[in-house]
Every structure is written in C-alpha cells, then in structure tokens.
C-alpha cells in the first residue's frame, strides 16, 4: 500500500522539482542578461554608460594613473612628478572606499569612516544631540563643496581667528563636537580629551582620502562657497516661502527633520535643541547659504538662485538653538554677541518673541513651539 502511495506521487514530487529548477535558471539567464545587458544590445536599446559610471571609471583612471606616476618618480628622480588625480568634473578624486587597505591603518580608516557617518553610535559619549559629521559633510565627507575632508586634511595645522591661535587637526574636531555636536550635554560632560582615539581614527579616514593632494594646497572645491550678495540683501520673512517649497518635505515645516522608526535622524533638525548650537560656523547666514546652495535640496544642487540661497538660509538661523559654549565665559547674551557674534548671523537680536541666544529650556523650547507651530514638542 505505501510502496503504491509513494510510486503515484513520484511524478507530482518530479515536476515540482523541475519547476523549481526551471525557475532557478530563468531567474539565473534574467539576471546575467540584466547584469551584462545583453537584452538591451540585442533589442538596440543598449546606451552609453550613466553620468554616474563614467565618473567612477574617470576616478579609478586617475587613481591608478597616481600609482603608476609614483612608481615611475620612485625608481626615476627625472621622472614627471604624480600629478593630482582629477575627476571629471574638474575636482580632486579621493580613493574609493573598497581601496581602503587591508592593514592596521585601514583599520583605523574605518572607524573614522564609521565615526564621521554615525557618529552618535560610534562616539556617542561625546555627542548631545543626533547630529553626525556627515550632516554637514555630505557623502562621508568627499563631496566637493561641502567642506570636504580631503581639502581639510592638507590645511592643518592651521590658523584660525575664531580662537586666535595655530590649531591642529585635533582642535579642529574638538570644535566640531563642541559647537555643531553640543559636547557640553553629553554623556561624558565635553569633546573628547586630547589624544583619544576618537580623534586618531577620524585623523586616519581624513589623512587616507587626502592621498594624492599636496599639502597646504587650495583644491578646488574646498569649504563651502559663498553665494554673491545681492541687491535686496537677505530676509527671513522671504526665506520662509522658499523653505516651504524647498525644505520642509525633509526637514519638516517646524524644522525638526525626519527619523526612521528606530528614532534615529534621516534629516536631521534645522533649529531647536537637538541641533547644533549658536558657536558653530553654520549658524551666520553667510556660511549658511553657501551649503544650501551647493548641496540642496539634496540631489538638486546649485538649483537656488543666490537671492533663495541667502533669504531661506536667513529663515533657518533665525529661529532659536542651544546657546554658544562661549556664553559662560562673559556676562550674558549681549556680551556673548558682542565678543564673538560680529558677523552675520541672528544672535543677540529678538525674534519670534525669544531673545536669540539665551539657553534653551524645556519650557521656553515647548512655548515656543506651541506659538510659532501650534504644536507640542515632539
């Protein structure tokens, strides 16, 4: 009987398997056709690589065109010098990611890659807000005017008028934490210490997307370009509409970004206290319009005129954020304006009803929410 049951079944049990295999393969054929394109040359639709793929390959051509330069300047002084490799476009082209090398010191490249994107999760003792270094330092810090790393990797030690002495790259960072990631409310009370290897591992990733770039050169691309001025000057109350059109489906019309449901920033916050405070570079107008207008709306740069750059970039530091570090070392707001906001920027001056730069409580952050967007804090 079961020797019966099991020969009627064999040929259902057969065809099943065949069907799965038969699958297998047409899922096989699609894929290489799709890969390879194949398809699309056989029915004439095949086109030219993308704007895309012809940067990349122009990176790797220039890349392993440094490489060969070197080893020829290595065996043979009258040799041509390597030349910077250049991406299509005109900038540097730092190494690729998979270049990374397979030793201690690409090690320590990855972290600082790690630290730099997510920094919260991999240096989140130090952070007190979600903020990362590649919120203002797009595509991992390599994108070209967004105040890329390797132009700054070749610019340290430097000068630096903010704090009227030579810094070297570890100051530099030191800020970074201090002003755009609130130090100050973190787990560990302030940036990391001198030495650690918070510092080591990011000076790493830097250092390693630098190579091929002459020290204390100008690269094209560097920081973040200023837009001209214009004849109407800037207005936030302008800057509100072009924030509406151009900004408040990522960042939200109160400005407070997008999370993932794990509650971490997708776009991060423009203004209140889980953004970067009244110290950092990014709040005077100025350096404000020139990000926006290299590098958004993300995946449309350069598509604001100068007037929109200026006047929504006025809108956006113009509502209240955590107050300067540098406030507990005068006599209050007024002073702090005084000593170190003598440019442009919003600090100091009454807007919305609060007086900007005074610290952020829970109840005068709720308050004024509630009055400017109808809303609770979320």
Same mark, same amino acid.
Request: aromatic share 10%.
């Given at each position: 009987?079961?020797?019966?049951?099991?020969?009627?079944?064999?040929?259902?049990?057969?065809?099943?398997?065949?069907?799965?295999?038969?699958?297998?393969?047409?899922?096989?054929?699609?894929?290489?056709?799709?890969?390879?394109?194949?398809?699309?040359?056989?029915?004439?639709?095949?086109?030219?690589?993308?704007?895309?793929?012809?940067?990349?390959?122009?990176?790797?051509?220039?890349?392993?065109?440094?490489?060969?330069?070197?080893?020829?300047?290595?065996?043979?002084?009258?040799?041509?010098?390597?030349?910077?490799?250049?991406?299509?476009? /005109? !900038?540097?082209? =730092? #190494?690729?990611?998979?270049?990374?090398? *397979?030793?201690?010191? +690409?090690?320590? $490249?990855?972290?600082?890659?790690?630290?730099?994107?997510?920094?919260?999760?991999?240096?989140?003792?130090?952070?007190?807000?979600?903020?990362?270094?590649?919120?203002?330092?797009?595509?991992?810090?390599?994108?070209?005017?967004?105040?890329?790393?390797?132009?700054?990797?070749?610019?340290?030690?430097?000068?630096?008028?903010?704090?009227?002495?030579?810094?070297?790259?570890?100051?530099?960072?030191?800020?970074?934490?201090?002003?755009?990631?609130?130090?100050?409310?973190?787990?560990?009370?302030?940036?990391?210490?001198?030495?650690?290897?918070?510092?080591?591992?990011?000076?790493?990733?830097?250092?390693?997307?630098?190579?091929?770039?002459?020290?204390?050169?100008?690269?094209?691309?560097? /920081? !973040?370009?200023? =837009? #001209?001025?214009?004849?109407?000057?800037? *207005?936030?109350?302008? +800057?509100?509409? $072009?924030?509406?059109?151009?900004?408040?489906?990522?960042?939200?019309?109160?400005?407070?970004?997008?999370?993932?449901?794990?509650?971490?920033?997708?776009?991060?916050?423009?203004?209140?206290?889980?953004?970067?405070?009244?110290?950092?570079?990014?709040?005077?107008?100025?350096?404000?319009?020139?990000?926006?207008?290299?590098?958004?709306?993300?995946?449309?740069?350069?598509?604001?005129?100068?007037?929109?750059?200026?006047?929504?970039?006025?809108?956006?530091?113009?509502?209240?954020?955590?107050?300067?570090?540098?406030?507990?070392?005068?006599?209050?707001?007024?002073?702090?304006?005084?000593?170190?906001?003598?440019?442009?920027?919003?600090?100091?001056?009454?807007?919305?009803?609060?007086?900007?730069?005074?610290?952020?409580?829970?109840?005068?952050?709720?308050?004024?929410?509630?009055?400017?967007?109808?809303?609770?804090?979320?």
């Amino acid at each position: 009987m079961n020797t019966h049951d099991n020969n009627q079944h064999k040929p259902i049990a057969t065809r099943i398997i065949y069907s799965i295999l038969g699958a297998v393969v047409l899922f096989i054929i699609g894929t290489l056709l799709y890969r390879y394109e194949v398809l699309a040359i056989l029915t004439d639709s095949y086109s030219e690589p993308s704007a895309s793929q012809q940067e990349s390959e122009a990176v790797q051509q220039a890349r392993r065109k440094l490489a060969e330069e070197r080893e020829q300047w290595d065996t043979d002084v009258t040799a041509t010098p390597p030349a910077q490799p250049t991406s299509r476009r /005109g !900038y540097y082209a =730092p #190494p690729a990611v998979s270049d990374i090398p *397979d030793n201690e010191f +690409g090690e320590s $490249v990855k972290r600082g890659r790690e630290i730099f994107v997510n920094t919260g999760t991999n240096a989140g003792e130090f952070v007190g807000n979600d903020l990362a270094c590649a919120n203002c330092h797009l595509d991992s810090g390599r994108l070209e005017h967004s105040a890329p790393m390797w132009a700054a990797a070749v610019s340290y030690p430097a000068y630096r008028g903010k704090n009227e002495r030579i810094n070297t790259m570890e100051d530099r960072v030191n800020g970074c934490f201090t002003y755009s990631m609130n130090a100050q409310h973190s787990e560990y009370g302030a940036a990391p210490p001198p030495g650690h290897q918070v510092y080591k591992d990011l000076e790493s990733y830097f250092y390693w997307m630098a190579d091929g770039l002459a020290l204390k050169s100008s690269p094209p691309g560097q /920081g !973040y370009p200023t =837009p #001209p001025e214009t004849d109407l000057g800037y *207005d936030r109350k302008r +800057g509100k509409q $072009v924030y509406a059109d151009n900004c408040a489906v990522c960042h939200a019309t109160d400005g407070q970004g997008r999370k993932d449901l794990n509650g971490r920033y997708i776009f991060p916050p423009l203004w209140g206290p889980d953004s970067f405070n009244w110290g950092a570079g990014m709040h005077r107008v100025n350096t404000a319009a020139g990000f926006i207008q290299a590098n958004m709306p993300l995946g449309k740069r350069f598509s604001l005129s100068d007037q929109e750059a200026w006047d929504v970039a006025a809108y956006v530091m113009s509502f209240p954020r955590p107050a300067d570090p540098r406030l507990s070392q005068t006599e209050g707001v007024d002073e702090t304006t005084d000593r170190f906001h003598q440019h442009m920027d919003y600090h100091g001056q009454t807007v919305r009803g609060m007086k900007l730069g005074e610290p952020l409580t829970e109840a005068s952050w709720s308050a004024f929410m509630e009055e400017n967007f109808g809303q609770q804090v979320r």
